[in-house]
């Protein structure tokens, strides 16, 4: 799984105050380091999330109509989630504080570690921001079939999450 290689790594190099977590395939902006390092300076913020936009090139319909819902996601749900609620840890493209990764017992071993993380480090009284203003441009799923396994992965593994933040002990509300 996903959550136990980035455990793994990140015992490995245990001595940062920070550490990002990428796709393979994220276009990052040159200024993705240098612009979300200094959100940090509040010391309740667990992660900055770069912004999602999907990749301009991508030639496919279904990926271009796609890119049109993803930035409305990101304009108006995150935008006010990002003000008014908890915003989640999408699981690419942020950078992660080291200590409340450690405080937190790392990412839990599960489908959907990004979401039952961003849990836990709320629990413990941490938030994690999103910087619209430093964009991912990353693929989108190019064709329908891909895009449904994506939407059931979503969609199916909550279960999985509310069971996880019981093991950890802590009330989910």
């Known amino acids: ?20 977590i990428s796709d393979a395939d994220s276009i990052l902006p040159k200024s993705y380091i240098t612009g979300l390092l200094p959100y940090f300076k509040d010391k309740q913020i667990a992660f900055m999330q770069a912004r999602q936009e999907s990749n301009p090139e991508q ?24 003000r008014y609620g908890h915003m989640m840890f ?11 990764y450690h405080e937190a017992g790392g990412f839990p071993e599960i489908a959907t570690e990004d979401r039952a993380y961003s849990m836990l480090i709320r629990a413990k009284g941490y938030v994690g921001k999103n910087a619209s203003e430093h964009p991912d441009h990353s693929p989108i799923q190019s064709r329908i079939p891909r895009y449904h396994n994506f939407i059931f992965y979503q969609q199916i593994f909550p279960i999985e999450q509310k069971n996880a933040c019981k093991t950890r002990r802590f009330a989910l509300s």
Do not use: P, W
Request: glycine share 6%; hydrophobic share 35%; net charge positive.
């Open 90 to 100: 999408y699981g690419h493209a942020a950078i992660l504080r080291t200590d409340v």
């Open 59 to 82: 030639k496919s319909t279904f990926a271009q109509h796609l890119g049109y819902q993803v930035s409305l996601h990101c304009d108006y749900y995150m935008k006010t989630k990002n």
């Open 1 to 20: 799984m996903k959550a136990g290689n980035i455990n793994n790594a990140l015992k490995q190099i245990d001595s940062f105050e920070y550490f990002s």
